[in-house]
T-cell receptor, first 109, second 119 residues
C-alpha cells in the first residue's frame, strides 16, 4: 500500500509556481521521498528525490519538513507542458515503489 | 541519463493467446526490475519484482502462472501474459534501478509502457 497522501487535483496559472503537497507521516528513518510525474499514456518521469534535506535540480525543488512527515514539490515557473499527474512516493527498503493516487496538476494559460 | 525501453509499445491480441512484453535497460545493468499495471484513470499498481537469475516475487492477488516473468540477463526482463482475456487489457509499465547511487538512493527509471488490448 502507498504510504503517501496527496490532494487529488490542483490548478496553477502558467508562469506561476506550483506547490504540490504530500503527507507521509509513517515514513521510516532510512526511506527516501521520490517524486515522479506521468503525462497521459506515458511512463512515469523522474523529477526529484530526497531524504531529509531540501533538494533542487533543473526541474523542481523538494522541501521536506524537519519531522519528515510531509514534503512539497515546487515547480518554480509552471508551463502548460507541466500538466500531468504527480506522484509522491516513499521508496521501500527493498527498492520497490508503490504509487498512490497522485495529484492531477492542470496548468492553465 | 539511464534509459529503460519497452517493446512493443502497443499490442492487440485475440482472447486466449499469449503476449510477451520486453523491458530493457539500455545503458546500465539492472539486477532488479519491477512490473506495474495501470488501468484507465487509475494509478500504477505494482505486480511483481523481477530479480536477475532468480524467481520473481509477486504481489498479493497477482497470478504468477498467468503473468510469467523472466529476468535472464542484467539488461532484460520479460512479462508474458498467458491465455490473455479482455480483462487483462491494460497499460503495463516496467522500471529498473540504475546503479551508482546504491540501495534506495538511486533513481528508478521507467519504461514508456506497453498498452495491451485483448479482443
Amino acid at each position: 500500500d502507498a504510504k503517501t497522501t496527496q490532494p487529488p487535483s490542483m490548478d496553477c496559472a502558467e508562469g506561476r509556481a506550483a506547490n504540490l503537497p504530500c503527507n507521509h507521516s509513517t515514513i521510516s528513518g532510512n526511506e527516501y521521498v521520490y517524486w515522479y510525474r506521468q503525462i497521459h499514456s506515458q511512463g512515469p518521469q523522474y523529477i526529484i528525490h530526497g531524504l531529509k534535506n531540501n533538494e533542487t535540480n533543473e526541474m523542481a525543488s523538494l522541501i521536506i519538513t524537519e519531522d519528515r512527515k510531509s514534503s512539497t514539490l515546487i515547480l518554480p515557473h509552471a508551463t502548460l507542458r507541466d500538466t500531468a499527474v504527480y506522484y509522491c512516493i516513499v521508496r521501500g527498503n527493498n527498492n520497490d515503489m508503490r504509487f498512490g493516487a497522485g495529484t492531477r496538476l492542470t496548468v492553465k494559460p | 541519463g539511464a534509459v529503460v525501453s519497452q517493446h512493443p509499445s502497443w499490442v492487440i491480441c485475440k482472447s486466449g493467446t499469449s503476449v510477451k512484453i520486453e523491458c530493457r535497460s539500455l545503458d546500465f545493468q539492472a539486477t532488479t526490475m519491477f512490473w506495474y499495471r495501470q488501468f484507465p484513470k487509475q494509478s500504477l499498481m505494482l505486480m511483481a519484482t523481477s530479480n536477475e537469475g532468480s524467481k520473481a516475487t509477486y504481489e498479493q492477488g497477482v497470478e504468477k502462472d498467468k503473468f510469467l516473468i523472466n529476468h535472464a540477463s542484467l539488461t532484460l526482463s520479460t512479462l508474458t501474459v498467458t491465455s490473455a482475456h479482455p480483462e487483462d487489457s491494460s497499460f503495463y509499465i516496467c522500471s529498473a534501478s540504475a546503479p551508482g547511487g546504491g540501495g534506495n538512493t538511486g533513481e528508478l527509471f521507467f519504461g514508456e509502457g506497453s498498452r495491451l488490448t485483448v479482443l
